[in-house]
């Protein structure tokens, strides 16, 4: 599957939640699961170690569904590079009144699975509120 194959999903997969209303979190999504390897690794902004294999994967890319998937996200440009089965996806939002500027970089592993995903997220007052309202989603999803 090509990275531009695996971005059309990924996008679909998103629009299709939104037009169902669906943001709570579910770390049980079919839809994501099926996105994701078995070892993928997610790097937050704000957490230091890379979060490593499937079920922490799955909780981190839930919680920020949630959290960031308001009215108001887009994303507002993509670079592909093909030959490095990799995508920069800058994504735009407001949370509480806080503008968040971010990017989703995203690496497919030969299968089409996503192998490594990295946010990056700006400005400081942005970090601290997607740190805050994330910690709040992740407890809640524990429980």
């Known amino acids: 599957m090509s990275v531009r194959e695996s971005l059309k999903t990924w996008h679909e997969r998103f629009a299709e939640k939104r037009e169902n209303g669906g943001k709570s979190a579910d770390i049980n999504d079919p839809g994501l699961s099926a996105q994701i390897a078995d070892d993928a690794v997610f790097h937050s902004p704000v957490v230091h170690t890379p979060q490593v294999g499937k079920p922490i994967v799955m909780a981190y890319l839930s919680a920020a569904e949630t959290v960031l998937g308001n009215d108001s996200f887009r994303y507002v440009r993509e670079i ?3 030959g490095a089965n990799m ?8 949370l509480d009144g806080i503008e968040v500027n971010g990017v989703d970089i995203i690496t497919w592993n030969e299968d089409g699975l996503i192998q490594d995903f990295k946010v990056m997220v700006r400005p ?5 509120k997607v740190w805050e309202e994330m910690g709040k989603m992740l407890e809640k999803m524990k429980g």
């Open 80 to 82: 592909v590079d093909d």
């Open 87 to 94: 995508a920069m996806l800058e994504f735009m939002l407001e």
């Open 124 to 128: 400081l007052k942005a970090i601290n």
